[in-house]
């Protein structure tokens, strides 16, 4: 089992950044494709960004491409989430995954099998 932990979220304004941290624990994610997803209220949980396992491929979502910077720690069992320049649209509870199956970089939700709780974060005007 692995336990995912999401911190870093919270209120910052339009055009403001924000780091957001996932922590894994339990085992090792280095062999694993990881991804960051957000979900805001009344909107189903979409797919912002995921790494592979080695760090060496990236896949963005049209809307945040340019403006965040996915990237992992394999030697601290961490992943970032750099997110710049943000608008009133990017607030959404955001959630780090784990996809056991490494491959071709997935952006649905279930093709991840582990998940955060997730964090906050909320752009204001």
Known sequence: QV????????????G???R???????????????GW???APG???DFVAAINWAGTSTKYAD???GRFTISRDNAKNMLYLQMDSLRLEDTAVY???????????????KEYQYWGRGTQVTVSS
């Open 43 to 45: 909107n189903e949980r």
């Open 63 to 65: 809307s945040v491409k």
């Open 20 to 34: 957001l941290s996932c922590a894994a624990s339990g085992r090792t994610i280095n062999a694993d494709d990881v």
């Open 3 to 14: 336990q995912l932990v999401e911190s870093g979220g919270g209120l910052v304004q339009v």
């Open 95 to 109: 959630y780090c995954a784990i996809n056991l199956r490494p491959g071709l970089l997935r952006t649905q939700t």
């Open 16 to 18: 403001g950044s924000l």
């Open 37 to 39: 997803f957000r979900q």
